[in-house]
C-alpha cells in the first residue's frame, strides 16, 4: 500500500465535540491510519495544536494528544527545498501557501494520496489523490 497523508481537518474532528458524525469517521481513518503506515507532515501536528486550543482544549492536553499521535505516525518534516517547491507549487497552480508546503512534503517523499476535507487545494496538484473521508462516497479504506 502506498504511504498516505492524514490532514490537519480530519485530526482536529476527531476531537470536535459538536460533530458526532465526522468525529467517528475521523477517529476510524486515524486509527486505521496509525495500524497501516499513515503520515502527517509536521505542519500538520502544529496547526492541529493550534485548532484544538482555540476550541477550548487546554495546551497540555493538546500536547500530550499530539505527541502521542506524532509517535504513532510518521511525522514528515520540510527542509528548505520544500519551500522552493511549495513556492512553485503556489505560482503554477495558484494555491494557498499552507497547502502547497503540504503538498511540497508530500510529493517530496512518494506520499500520493491524502484524506482531507479541504479538496480545493489539493485537487489542482497532478500526482496527489484527494480523498474526503466525510463523503459518504469516499469512505475511508486505508
Request: glycine residues 4%.
Amino acid at each position: 500500500m502506498n504511504e498516505h497523508l492524514i490532514d490537519t481537518n480530519v485530526l482536529a474532528y476527531a476531537f470536535d465535540t459538536e460533530n458526532a458524525e465526522k468525529r467517528a469517521v475521523a477517529k476510524n481513518l486515524i486509527l486505521q491510519s496509525m495500524k497501516k503506515g499513515g503520515s502527517v507532515t509536521l505542519q500538520n501536528l502544529t496547526e492541529c495544536f493550534a485548532v484544538l486550543s482555540r476550541h477550548g482544549l487546554s495546551a497540555s492536553k493538546t500536547m500530550k494528544i499530539l505527541v502521542g499521535m506524532s509517535k504513532k505516525f510518521k511525522v514528515h518534516t520540510p527542509e528548505i527545498s520544500s519551500f522552493e517547491y511549495a513556492t512553485e507549487l503556489v505560482y503554477l497552480y495558484k494555491i494557498d501557501f499552507w497547502d502547497a508546503m503540504i503538498a511540497a512534503v508530500m510529493l517530496q517523499n512518494a506520499i500520493l494520496t491524502v484524506y482531507t476535507e479541504n479538496t480545493k487545494d489539493f485537487r489542482k496538484i497532478p500526482g496527489i489523490m484527494v480523498i474526503n473521508p466525510f463523503l459518504a462516497s469516499s469512505a475511508p479504506n486505508v
